[in-house]
């Protein structure tokens, strides 16, 4: 009994590793799971995104409307003259109504030419009325234009100035991508809720596989414990036999070589359950370690024909239901590209505060339109990207049909695993019961001197094996429901019926 105790306590540090342990049934595993998995924390979130995103959506159908204000300073007031012109149209002017008023001048000019004196009536002063005459004509025409045309100079742009605008634009018709787009982000939020529930089955799939296989190993530890007490108990004996010369030594050294591999195996077990036991509280979100608090019933039954599981598994398994979603999406994105090919139809309007600022043409106080836009030709690129867009959706049907069918294969083979397991955990009853009877015959004979140790404990590692086997094939059989829930899309429905199997 000294030897076995430094064991244990190696067994029972590795088993501990100075973590918080917490015991638990699946059933709240499970729940501790859904509720702290930091992996179904950022799946809600991406799910909560999509919905935003798919509300965003409806603003698109919805008039824009934004204000636009700016306040500034110019190193000078920029100006626009163009009294050049202006100049140039009174000059113009002037000569032609001159003309107009040439024989008007003739008879003026005759008048004061006659009335002068014969000795001054000469070619250089007739020269001198004329030009008086018609300057004094030209300055009364073009005084008149000059009072009649204002000038053509004006500020454009003041030294402070500033604007304030109401800008609005109302969609009429975009080629259908606004409809598409919100149909697009609906898909998406779809997807992403899909993928959410693919990750939870997944979790779960993952983390009930590893409480099984944790129950398990508890009850393998605790065959081995038993083992180890029953071989040490025989060491002993034979070493004592052999002390006093009533045995070879050969007795002795297969007792201490069986005594060796169970306490390997215990330990093997040990750290299996301490990883188990670690992996389980990660997922779960928690520090320290989670220990399975059930024991591992009988392999369950399976209710109904392979057709009917195959038939679950197309209408509800999850990773089917996600790629469904994914192709969805593909299939809107089509349609979003379609509207590249046509118009882009909308109505307009913009009102400017600064009624000063708003002083021409340029620059009114209001004005509304309609807009349309079509893009002719952009290089091809916008019928290669419809042709991606294609080319997604028919990938991710081909995914899908690739999954339906590994899924149904896979089904078929888990029942047939799950109704072999329970085949064989029935039949290693009898052989289970047979070697735990000649163990205890082999003991009798040993109390009474007709048995030696070594056979003792053989007799018990046999009925140790078959224990062990029995449990392995229970362990199988909770393992390939376990998939086949999973495939079906029903991974909830595990714990109702391992409960139910250990009442």
């Known amino acids: 009994m000294r030897r076995i105790r430094p064991a244990l306590t190696l067994i029972a540090g590795l088993a501990g590793i100075g973590q918080a342990q917490e015991a638990m049934t699946l059933s709240q595993a499970l729940s501790r799971l859904e509720q702290g998995n930091n992996s179904?924390?950022?799946?809600?979130?991406?799910?909560?995104?999509?919905?935003?995103?798919?509300?965003?959506?409806?603003?698109?159908?919805?008039?824009?409307?934004?204000?636009?204000?700016?306040a500034f300073h110019l190193d000078r007031e920029i100006d626009m003259d163009l009294n050049a012109i202006r100049s140039g149209m009174i000059d113009m002017q002037t000569y032609n109504m001159m003309q107009f008023k040439s024989s008007e001048m003739q008879s003026v000019i005759q008048k004061q030419y006659g009335a002068l004196p014969s000795a001054y009536q000469t070619s250089e002063n007739l020269a001198k009325i004329t030009s008086t005459v018609q300057s004094a004509y030209q300055t009364n025409v073009n005084q008149a234009l000059q009072a009649e045309l204002p000038s053509f100079s004006s500020t454009f742009a003041e030294q402070n100035d500033w604007e304030a605008s109401v800008i609005a634009y109302q969609p009429l018709f975009h080629g259908g991508k606004i409809l598409a787009a919100e149909r697009i982000t609906a898909a998406r939020e779809r997807a992403a809720s899909a993928d959410r529930e693919k990750q939870k089955a997944d979790l779960t799939r993952d983390f009930t596989r590893l409480y099984v296989q944790g129950t398990l190993l508890k009850q393998s530890i605790s065959l081995r414990?038993?083992?180890?007490?029953?071989?040490?108990?025989?060491?002993?004996?034979?070493?004592?036999?052999?002390?006093?010369?009533?045995?070879?030594?050969?007795?002795l050294l297969r007792?201490?070589?069986?005594?060796?591999?169970?306490?390997?195996?215990?330990?093997?077990?040990?750290?299996?359950?301490?990883?188990?036991?670690?992996?389980?509280?990660?997922?779960?979100?928690?520090?320290?370690?989670?220990?399975?608090?059930?024991?591992?019933?009988?392999?369950?039954?399976?209710?109904?024909?392979?057709?009917?599981?195959?038939?679950?598994?197309?209408?509800?398994?999850?990773?089917?239901?996600?790629?469904?979603?994914?192709?969805?999406?593909?299939?809107?994105?089509?349609?979003?590209?379609?509207?590249?090919?046509?118009?882009?139809?909308?109505?307009?309007?913009?009102?400017?505060?600064?009624?000063?600022?708003?002083?021409?043409?340029?620059?009114?106080?209001?004005?509304?339109?309609?807009?349309?836009?079509?893009?002719?030709?952009?290089?091809?690129?916008?019928?290669?990207?419809?042709?991606?867009?294609?080319?997604?959706?028919?990938?991710?049907?081909?995914?899908?049909?690739?999954?339906?069918?590994?899924?149904?294969?896979?089904?078929r083979r888990q029942t047939l695993a799950l109704e072999q397991a329970r085949i064989r955990w029935e039949n290693l009853d009898a052989q289970c019961q047979l070697s735990r009877e000649n163990h205890r015959v082999t003991e009798a004979r040993f109390a009474q001197g007709q048995a030696t140790g070594l056979e003792v404990v053989d007799a018990w590692l046999a009925t140790e094996k078959a224990d062990?086997?029995?449990?392995?094939?229970?362990?199988?059989?909770?393992?390939?429901?376990?998939?086949?829930?999973?495939?079906?899309?029903?991974?909830?429905?595990?714990?109702?019926?391992?409960?139910?199997?250990?009442?």
């Open 225 to 251: 414990q038993q083992a180890i007490t029953s071989i040490t108990r025989h060491r002993d004996q034979a070493k004592k036999i052999v002390d006093v010369g009533m045995a070879d030594r050969a007795a």
């Open 255 to 411: 007792a201490e070589m069986a005594l060796a591999e169970a306490r390997t195996a215990l330990s093997d077990d040990s750290a299996k359950l301490q990883s188990v036991r670690l992996t389980l509280a990660q997922m779960a979100g928690e520090d320290g370690s989670l220990d399975p608090l059930d024991s591992l019933p009988p392999p369950p039954r399976l209710s109904g024909t392979p057709d009917d599981h195959e038939r679950q598994v197309a209408e509800h398994n999850p990773l089917l239901s996600s790629l469904s979603a994914q192709q969805d999406v593909a299939h809107k994105a089509v349609a979003v590209k379609s509207a590249d090919f046509l118009p882009q139809i909308g109505l307009f309007g913009k009102y400017e505060f600064n009624r000063d600022a708003a002083r021409s043409s340029l620059q009114p106080i209001w004005a509304v339109g309609i807009k349309g836009e079509m893009t002719l030709f952009h290089g091809g690129d916008d019928y290669h990207q419809r042709q991606a867009a294609l080319s997604t959706e028919r990938e991710v049907s081909a995914l899908r049909a690739e999954a339906k069918s590994a899924l149904g294969a896979q089904v």
């Open 468 to 503: 062990l086997e029995k449990l392995s094939a229970a362990g199988e059989g909770w393992l390939g429901l376990n998939e086949i829930l999973w495939a079906e899309g029903n991974t909830s429905e595990f714990v109702n019926i391992w409960t139910g199997a250990r009442k």
């Open 40 to 70: 179904l924390k950022a799946s809600g979130a991406k799910v909560e995104t999509a919905h935003e995103a798919h509300k965003a959506s409806y603003g698109n159908f919805m008039p824009l409307v934004k204000v636009e204000a700016s």
